[in-house]
């Protein structure tokens, strides 16, 4: 029997960043998807590096980052919202400097 740690790191945080890593446990797309049919060895060097990078992401911290993701979409469209009018204001006022 193994020694070597070949449990699951995924906390059910889902999310992939632009460089193709998993936000919540830190594996490749690749790794996550083909999981059960990886070799023991390979499962035990994938969570050895999770552990070398400082672990995973908890289901609460990933909670809130998903969270504050929203907020910071909806401020985005916000401020997107804002710049467009602002923009609208400014026209007149270039005319009327003329």
């Known amino acids: 029997m193994s020694t070597h740690d070949t449990r699951n790191p995924c906390t059910k945080l889902c999310r992939f960043d632009a460089a193709d890593?998993?936000?919540?446990?830190?594996?490749?797309?690749?790794?996550?998807?083909?999981?059960?049919r990886l070799p023991d060895e390979t499962?035990?060097?994938?969570?050895?590096?999770?552990?070398?990078?400082?672990?995973?992401?908890?289901?609460k911290d990933g909670k809130r980052a998903k969270k504050?993701?929203?907020?910071i979409r909806k401020l985005e469209a916000k401020l997107a919202t804002l710049r467009a009018r602002r923009s609208d204001l400014e026209g007149p006022v270039v005319k009327a400097a003329e």
């Not at 890593?21 to 059960?36: D, I, L, N, P, Q």
């Open 21 to 36: 890593r998993c936000m919540g446990c830190f594996r490749t797309r690749a790794e996550v998807k083909h999981w059960k």
């Open 43 to 59: 499962k035990a060097a994938i969570n050895a590096r999770i552990a070398a990078r400082g672990g995973t992401v908890s289901k």
């Open 68 to 71: 504050l993701d929203k907020k």
